[in-house]
């Protein structure tokens, strides 16, 4: 299950498709993980060493302690109880001043800071001295964001709350998508109101951020086969220097209409794969030229001269 565990078979297919050269976000994809946790895994187990079934066994030696064992490591760690609860208020501050609320701030913190990562409703009830509606409100609101997950409290029939050590690749990339969505309406901004209109500036320099912060937060694998793709329609529209259709594309391609379609969706969808240059998507024909804010009207005034 994403988020938990890798399991023995999904060990299996990592040591498949390092054998068959592919990169840890097309391993990840196809096993839907992050790349964070198929490279922490790999580089954990040796790299070019690695074993699926001594990488599992590595993994069940270093699983979390029962849950008496857990509340015991943490009953005895606090060693300056006054201290640690006014780091908590203090780290749960910083964080609400993201935007974070402050009782999912407090949950959060408490959640990181407990031994295992790990805490039932009653531990947070306890720990932070607030109403078990408060705790199952705070909870909601971090589970929506992908901040922590739930699993069965050993020999109970309680859940525990769980932070992943991967959670904030996982939080970041929930985010990514809804960047790239910015970054695409700031393209079809361009296209609309015109790439050297005020508009169109701010639109483009818009689009390139929300685009280089999708791709910082995603990485490029150029072994991915949508990453690879993308690529190659760049440089047929580069090498046609000219507006064409899809079907067009496709057919000088030798490729199907589906997947000129979504090599060009990859484009359109992470505009640093592009850069220096960007995707035009105007009646039903796509091309690329420069990127606007790349270059200041004077330059490009300069260039146009004869």
């Known amino acids: ?31 839907g993980r992050p790349t964070s946790t198929i490279s922490r895994e790999v580089a954990r187990n040796g790299y070019s060493l690695y074993s699926a079934v ?26 300056h109880p006054t201290e640690a609860r006014a780091f908590v208020e203090e780290f749960a501050g910083l964080l609400a001043a993201t935007g974070m609320p402050r009782m999912a701030s407090r949950v959060f913190t408490g959640l990181l800071l407990s031994e295992t990562g790990s805490l039932t409703a ?55 998508s809804a960047h790239a ?26 689009g390139r951020f929300f685009g280089e912060l999708t791709e910082q937060i995603d990485g490029i694998d150029l072994t991915d ?33 589906i997947r000129a379609t979504a090599a060009l969706a990859e484009l359109e969808g992470r505009p640093a794969l ?8 105007e009646g039903g024909r796509c091309s690329v030229e420069a990127r606007p804010d790349r270059l200041s009207p004077a330059q490009r005034t300069a260039l146009r001269a004869p």
Do not use: C, N
């Open 54 to 79: 001594a990488a599992h066994d590595a993994a069940r030696h270093r699983e979390r302690p029962t849950a008496a064992q857990a509340a015991a490591a943490s009953e005895s760690s606090s060693a």
């Open 122 to 176: 009653a531990d947070l009830v306890r720990r932070l001295q607030v109403s078990p509606a408060a705790v199952s409100k705070a909870v909601g609101y971090l589970e929506g964001l992908g901040l922590l997950r739930r699993e069965a409290d050993p020999g109970s029939r309680r859940e525990r709350y769980v932070i992943d050590d991967d959670v904030w690749s996982r939080a970041l990339r929930t985010d990514s």
């Open 1 to 31: 299950m994403a988020g938990g565990r890798l399991t023995l078979q999904e060990r299996r297919s990592i040591a498949e498709g390092m054998a068959d050269g592919l990169g840890y976000a097309e391993i990840g994809r196809r096993l």
């Open 274 to 281: 592009a850069d220096p240059l960007v995707l035009k998507m």
């Open 225 to 257: 086969p949508a990453v690879t793709d993308a690529m190659t329609v760049l440089a047929a529209l580069v090498h046609g220097a000219r507006a064409v259709t899809v079907d067009e594309l496709a057919v000088a391609l030798g490729w199907t209409w």
């Open 181 to 206: 969505g910015v970054a695409r309406g700031a393209s079809r901004g361009v296209a609309i109101f015109g790439a050297e209109t005020p508009a169109g500036l701010r639109l483009g320099l818009m």
